[in-house]
C-alpha cells in the first residue's frame, strides 16, 4: 500500500496527532469566519482521514493546500506506528 493510500485511509482514526506552529500562523492570516473551517479541515484529515475539498474563503484554501502535505504525511506516519504497535507481539 503507498503513502497516498494510507493517508486517506477514511476512517482509520487516530487518537493525536502534531499540530504546527506554522498552521497557526497560517490560520491567524485567515479571517476570522474561514478559521474554523481550517481547523476543522486539518482535525478531519489527522483524526479521520477526511479531506475537505471546498472552502468558502480563498485564504484558507491556499492555506489548506500549504498544509496538506504536512498533515497527510504526519498520519502516515502515525497509521504506520499504530499498525506496527497493533502488530507486535505481547510479551509479559
Known amino acids: 500500500m503507498n503513502m ?3 493517508a486517506i485511509q477514511e476512517g482509520r482514526r487516530l ?7 506554522s498552521y497557526l500562523d497560517a490560520i491567524e492570516k485567515c479571517p476570522k469566519r474561514a478559521r474554523l473551517e481550517l481547523y476543522k479541515a486539518i482535525t478531519d484529515y489527522a483524526f479521520l482521514g477526511k479531506e475537505t ?6 485564504m484558507a484554501e491556499l492555506a489548506w493546500i500549504g498544509m496538506r502535505q504536512i498533515v497527510r504525511k ?3 506516519k502515525a497509521l ?7 502488530n507486535e507481539p505481547k510479551t509479559n
Open 4 to 6: 497516498e493510500d494510507i
Open 15 to 21: 487518537e493525536s496527532f502534531t499540530f504546527w506552529q
Open 53 to 58: 475539498t471546498q472552502f468558502s474563503d480563498k
Open 74 to 76: 504526519g498520519r502516515v
Open 80 to 86: 504506520n506506528r499504530k499498525d506496527k504497535d497493533e
